[in-house]
């Protein structure tokens, strides 16, 4: 028999097999040897009380174990002669379409700028070396895209735009660990993420599908309102379907597509700063204790939102025991992000803590029409990087001194390896968002005790949260509203907020074409 039932139970007990088949046993009411085999099918931690717990979703075989549900099993089919589609861009959106593209019978074409992962690796440690951020080969821009050097955080509310566990058990079935389908938060760290995303090419290559490295699009070939291929430096690829995945960072290629009349509109997207603690004072603060998370406790995340005159002030893409990163994509330009490895085990914690921007703030800073958001961006990024003293250098604050405006003389020791430059954030970045964020961090630190502390710094900018523009699609069709073939895609389309949900636009995109 198979059953499935919901334990609430200690952390520690959660770790002993034995212990735990006792509480299973103890539950469903049935002598121990009775129970043959147990899994765990969802895990969270429940840290709202004192006593910290882990709750469990168990399937039980009693007396037998019966054949079980086969996860992702692929069908690919060689596609080497088979109708060609390009793909623009191989980040998450661009590969997970073009593996569909795949299954359906179609032959991908992906075109990215950036190199394939191990030459990626060796241009990230130049970039660690010399302050020198190279246009087509950074944290943003390569096989995997943004999110190949990221956290590989998966928690996404996008459920309604797709199959989330289609996409986990796909990545479980590219290499990833298997916790990926328990976790309630799942993750699989920066050092696992490279070999899933290599592993994914390989099937694409192996099918008949084409990776090109190096190949940055310029332009698009568009006749009577109808794709007919792209231009890749003096190259043309010609097909009669483009998904273009080109990710929220590529301002050249935004550009490229205004001056090509492919239709495009403002979106709201956020800015602000990654706020930087120890990861012992968010485990105290979230566990409860004074002594950290112990033994048997995952390094603790917290998740902030509140609404400050209308907009929204919010933590994002939180990384327990992780590292601040340089996430630019272009010299002169500084921005942060965050990303951990799968141990979550470095000293620190960091998020981003952010505000919504929109028309009327845009307005208000002098910044109008359809490139306002990209140059506000591109006007903070500038001067965070002035601030900073050039190079990689983030400016940086106390968390305590932007929100009493004052300057800060020291600051701790952080993950952020280029190294920080003491600046009053407060003093230059806007004030209408900067109040905001001070009201709303103010408020975080009612709510959690430990989060404003004198340890904590805040190191600027977070520009990148999400893509300023939407390229505009027909709902359910995925297709251009002026250009026939093609399908905007992603995050950069404004279709998606992170490697999930990119993941399934991509689907939907690849299942639209013909
Ligand atoms: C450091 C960091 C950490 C992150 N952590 C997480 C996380 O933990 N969880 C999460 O869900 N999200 C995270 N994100 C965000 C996530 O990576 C993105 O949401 C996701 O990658 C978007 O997927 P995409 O395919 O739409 O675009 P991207 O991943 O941005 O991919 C776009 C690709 O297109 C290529 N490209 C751009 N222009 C052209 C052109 N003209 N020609 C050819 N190629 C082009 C780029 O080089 C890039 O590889 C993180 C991002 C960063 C930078």
Redesign the pocket.
């Known amino acids: 028999m198979y059953t499935e039932i919901t334990l609430r139970i200690s952390p520690e007990d959660a770790v002993h097999e034995e212990v735990l088949k006792k509480e299973v046993a103890r539950s469903v009411k049935v002598d121990i040897d009775r129970i043959k085999h147990l899994e765990i099918i969802r895990r969270s931690v429940d840290a709202r009380q004192r006593t910290v717990f882990l709750n469990l979703f168990v399937g039980v075989w009693i007396d037998r174990v019966e054949e079980r549900e086969k996860v992702f099993l692929p069908a690919y089919k060689d596609v080497f002669d088979r109708p060609r589609v390009i793909v623009?861009?191989?980040?998450?959106?661009?590969?997970f379409s073009a593996l569909r593209l795949i299954e359906r019978g179609y032959c991908p074409v992906v075109?990215?700028?950036?190199k394939c992962v191990d030459k990626r690796k060796g241009d990230l440690g130049r970039l660690y070396k010399t302050g020198i951020v190279d246009e087509?080969s950074n944290?943003?821009?390569?096989?995997?895209?943004?999110?190949?050097?990221?956290?590989?955080?998966?928690?996404?509310r996008s459920q309604k735009r797709g199959n989330v566990r289609r996409i986990l058990e796909m990545l479980v079935y590219f290499g990833a660990d298997k916790n990926i389908l328990i976790d309630a938060h799942p993750?699989i760290g920066t050092d696992k993420l490279p070999g899933v995303i290599v592993n994914i090419r390989k099937a694409i290559e192996a099918h008949g599908g084409q990776v090109y490295f190096d190949?940055?699009?310029?332009d698009l070939l568009i006749r009577d309102n109808r794709i007919e291929g792209v231009i890749?430096g003096n190259r043309e690829f010609l097909a009669k379907h483009v998904i273009l995945?080109?990710?929220?960072?590529?301002r050249?290629?935004y550009k490229?597509l205004h001056n090509r009349n492919v239709y495009m509109e403002p979106k709201d997207f956020a800015v602000g700063f990654r706020v930087e603690h120890s990861q012992f004072d968010i485990d105290c603060m979230q566990y409860h204790t004074r002594t950290g998370r112990g033994e048997y406790l995952p390094a603790a995340e917290y998740n902030f939102v509140t609404n400050i005159a209308g907009r929204g002030v919010y933590s994002f893409?939180m990384?327990p025991g992780g590292v601040v990163?340089p996430?630019a994509t272009a010299p002169g330009q500084q921005v942060v992000?965050?990303?951990s490895a799968s141990g979550r085990n470095t000293p620190w914690a960091n998020s981003a803590l952010v505000t919504s921007v929109g028309e009327a703030e845009l307005a208000a800073l002098n910044h109008r029409g359809l490139f306002a958001g990209i140059e506000f961006q591109e006007a903070l990024e500038r001067k965070a990087w002035e601030e900073g003293g050039g190079g990689l250098h983030a400016p940086a604050q106390a968390l305590t001194d932007f929100l009493r405006g004052k300057i800060t003389r020291h600051l701790p020791r952080t993950s952020y390896k280029p190294g920080v430059t003491t600046s009053p954030i407060h003093a230059w970045f806007p004030a209408l968002l900067a109040e905001r964020l001070q009201q709303g961090i103010t408020y975080f630190g009612r709510c959690a005790r430990g989060f404003v502390t004198e340890q904590a710094i805040v190191l600027g900018v977070e520009t990148?949260t999400s893509s300023p523009l939407r390229i505009v699609r027909e709902k359910e069709r995925c297709v251009h509203v002026g250009i026939a073939g093609l399908y905007p895609?992603?995050?950069?389309?404004g279709y998606?907020?992170?490697?999930?949900?990119?993941?399934m636009?991509?689907e939907k995109c690849a299942e639209s074409v013909f």
């Open positions: 623009v861009g191989a980040g998450p959106g661009g590969l075109l990215e700028r950036g087509d944290f943003g821009y390569g096989e995997g895209g943004a999110g190949t050097f990221s956290d590989g955080k998966l928690f996404t993750h190949t940055r699009v310029t890749a995945a080109t990710g929220h960072s590529a050249d290629t490229m893409c990384c990163v996430a992000n965050g990303m990148r895609c992603g995050e950069g389309a998606a907020g992170g490697i999930v949900s990119a993941a636009d991509g």
